[in-house]
C-alpha cells in the first residue's frame, strides 16, 4: 500500500514537473517567434523607408532606415542567445547575422545611390521567414505534446484515487490524513493544468492574430493601386474583429468631404459622404470610442439615430490625414473582442494608412510624369508612347487612327497685347473646350507651345474630318475673357492625317499631320487641312 502510493504520488509530481517543463519551453518557443514577427516588421520598414527615401529623398526616411536597421542587428544578436538550444536554429542564425551585416552596409551606400537593397533585404527576409516556419512548427510540436501530457496525471490519480479507496475502507483510521493531503495535491494539479490550459489558448490566439497582421501585411505589400488597398483593409478588419461591420472613409480633393471607400457587412446609418467636422475621431486626431458611460457625444455621419456604440480610427501617415476607418459594434461580445485586440486593430490601420500614403504618393508622381502642368492635358512624352500603341493597335485590328495637329492662331499676339498671363488663360480654356469636345477614348495632348494633338482611334476619314471642322467651329464660338476683360475670338488651324491611308508608321503619320498644319495656316488659317492619302 505504502510502496503503491508513494509510487503513485512520484508519477504525478514528475508529470507535473514535466508540464511546467513543456510549459517554460512554451513561453521559450513564443518568445522567439515575437522576436522574429518583430524582426519581419522591421525589414518591411526598412523597405518601405528606402522607398519612401528613394522618392522623397527627406532625411527623416533615411533615420528611420538606420535605426531599424541597428534594432535588426541587435535583435539577431538577441536570437542566437534565445536559439542556443536548437542546432537548426543556430544555423539559420549563423546566416541571418551576415546577412544583417551584408544589408547595414547596402544601406550605408545607399544614401548616395538612393536605391533600394533589395538583394539584401530579400536574403533577411528568406532567413527570417525560414525560422519562422520552423519555430511555428516547434511551437505546434510542444503544444501538442503538452495536452497529452495535461491527461496523464489526470488518469494516473484517479486510479490511484480509486485503488486508495478500496483500502481506505480498511484502513480508515490510519490513512485519513494522507487521503486530506492527496486531495489538497490533486487540486492543485487541477489548478496547474487550468492555468496551463488557459496559457496554451492564449498563446494560440496570440499566435492565430499575429499571422492575421502578417497576411495582411503581405497582402498590403501587393496592393498597385489605392483602391486596392482600401478594400484589403476592409478584409482584414471584418477577420480581425468579427460581428463587427464599417467603412473606410478617405477625403476629398478639396479635403472637405469625407466620402466611403470601402465598407464591410453594411454599416447600418452611415453616411455615403459627410463633411469632415462631422467625425469627433477626425476633430481630435486620435482613436475615438463613443460608448455609454465613457463618452456621450455622438458624431454627426450618420442618417437618423445614431448607434449606441462605435469608434472611429484616423487614418494618418507622412504627416497627414486621409480619413478614417469606422467601427460599429453591435453587442457586447464584438466590443469585448475589439478591446482585447485593440492595439491589433490599430496597428493594422496604421499599415494601411502607410500603404494608401505610398500608393497615393507613387500616383502623383507617375501623373506629374505624363500631365503637362499648364493645361492638365498629356504631354509630349506621353503622345509619343500612346500614338505607337494606338498605331500597333490600328495594324492588329484593322481599324483606322486619325491624327489631329492644332495650332493656335496669331497666339503670339495675345502675348504681345495682354501678357503671358493671358496667354496661359487662353490655353488652358482651349484645353478645356478640347477635352470636352471629343470622345471618351480619344485622347488630347499638348505637343508644345500653343500646339495640340489630338490622337482619335476607331474613326473613318471622314468621320475624322468632320470631328475636326466641329472642333474648329467649337473654339471659334469660345468666349474668353482676361482680367474681366473679353479677349478677341480664338481661331485654330487643324492639320488631319490618318492610318494607314496617309501615313506608313506612327513618325510618317505625325510629320503628315504637321505637314497639313502647315498647309492650313499658308491658306489662310482657322481651317481644317486634310493630308493626301499616299
Not at 500608393?359 to 508622381?365: A, D, T
Not at 467651329?473 to 475673357?481: D, G, L, P, T
Request: with cysteine; aromatic share 6%.
Amino acid at each position: 500500500m505504502l510502496a503503491f502510493t508513494l509510487a503513485g504520488v512520484l508519477l504525478v509530481v514528475s508529470s507535473t514537473r514535466q508540464i511546467l517543463a513543456q510549459n517554460a519551453w512554451l513561453r521559450h518557443t513564443h518568445v522567439v517567434l515575437d522576436e522574429l514577427t518583430q524582426d519581419a516588421a522591421r525589414v518591411e520598414r526598412i523597405d518601405y523607408q528606402m522607398q519612401l527615401f528613394q522618392a522623397t529623398k527627406q532625411e527623416s526616411s533615411y533615420r528611420s532606415v538606420l535605426l531599424n536597421a541597428v534594432g535588426l542587428q541587435t535583435s539577431a544578436v538577441r536570437l542566437q542567445q534565445l536559439v542556443q538550444d536548437n542546432p537548426s536554429q543556430l544555423r539559420h542564425c549563423a546566416e541571418l547575422l551576415p546577412a544583417v551585416d551584408r544589408l547595414s552596409r547596402e544601406l550605408d551606400a545607399a544614401r548616395q545611390t538612393g536605391a533600394v537593397p533589395e538583394t539584401g533585404l530579400r536574403d533577411v527576409r528568406r532567413v527570417i521567414n525560414g525560422m519562422q516556419a520552423e519555430e511555428g512548427a516547434l511551437l505546434e510540436l510542444r503544444r501538442n505534446e503538452t495536452q497529452n501530457s495535461v491527461w496523464r496525471p489526470t488518469m494516473w490519480g484517479a486510479a490511484d484515487l480509486g485503488f486508495s479507496m478500496v483500502v481506505w475502507a480498511v484502513l480508515f483510521a490510519t490513512l485519513i490524513r494522507d487521503a486530506r493531503r492527496r486531495r489538497e495535491f490533486e487540486e492543485r494539479l487541477s489548478r496547474a493544468n487550468g492555468s496551463l490550459a488557459t496559457t496554451v489558448e492564449a498563446l494560440g490566439l496570440r499566435v492565430s492574430e499575429a499571422m492575421l497582421l502578417k497576411h495582411a501585411r503581405d497582402e498590403l505589400q501587393l496592393c498597385v493601386t489605392a483602391q486596392e488597398a482600401y478594400d484589403c483593409t476592409a478584409r482584414h478588419i471584418a477577420q480581425l474583429i468579427p460581428g463587427s461591420s464599417g467603412a473606410v472613409l478617405l477625403m476629398n480633393n478639396s479635403r472637405s468631404m469625407l466620402l466611403t471607400a470601402a465598407t464591410w457587412r453594411e454599416p447600418v446609418g452611415l453616411l455615403d459622404g459627410f463633411e469632415a467636422d462631422a467625425c469627433c475621431g477626425l476633430r481630435t486626431g486620435r482613436p475615438r470610442w463613443r460608448k455609454l458611460g465613457e463618452s456621450e457625444i455622438h458624431c454627426a455621419h450618420f442618417l437618423g439615430t445614431a448607434p449606441e456604440n462605435y469608434l472611429c480610427i484616423p487614418l494618418a501617415a507622412l504627416g497627414e490625414t486621409m480619413g478614417i476607418v469606422y467601427l460599429m459594434l453591435p453587442d457586447a461580445a464584438v466590443e469585448e473582442a475589439t478591446v482585447q485586440r485593440l492595439p491589433l486593430l490599430t496597428e493594422l490601420v496604421e499599415l494601411a494608412a502607410m500603404t494608401i500614403a505610398g500608393l497615393n504618393l507613387r500616383s502623383k508622381l507617375e501623373n506629374q510624369s505624363i500631365r503637362d502642368g499648364l493645361t492638365n492635358l498629356f504631354n509630349r512624352h506621353f503622345l509619343e508612347i500612346a500614338l505607337e500603341r494606338e498605331v500597333q493597335r490600328s495594324t492588329r485590328s484593322g481599324a483606322p487612327l486619325a491624327v489631329l495637329m492644332l495650332d493656335v492662331d496669331y497666339f503670339k499676339s495675345f502675348n504681345d497685347l495682354f501678357g503671358h498671363e493671358a496667354g496661359d488663360v487662353v490655353l488652358r480654356s482651349l484645353a478645356g473646350c478640347l477635352q470636352s469636345s471629343v470622345r471618351a477614348e480619344d485622347i488630347v495632348c499638348r505637343y508644345g507651345g500653343e500646339e495640340f494633338v489630338i490622337l482619335l482611334p476607331e474613326i473613318t476619314p471622314a468621320m475624322a474630318a468632320d470631328a475636326a471642322e466641329r472642333l474648329r467651329e467649337q473654339v471659334a464660338a469660345m468666349r474668353v475673357e482676361f482680367r474681366g476683360e473679353p479677349l478677341r475670338q480664338i481661331s485654330i488651324s487643324v492639320g488631319l492625317c490618318t492610318y494607314p491611308d496617309g501615313a506608313s508608321d506612327a513618325v510618317e503619320l505625325l510629320r503628315r499631320a504637321d505637314r497639313a498644319l502647315y498647309q492650313a495656316k499658308h491658306a489662310g488659317r482657322n481651317q481644317v487641312h486634310v493630308a493626301v492619302e499616299v
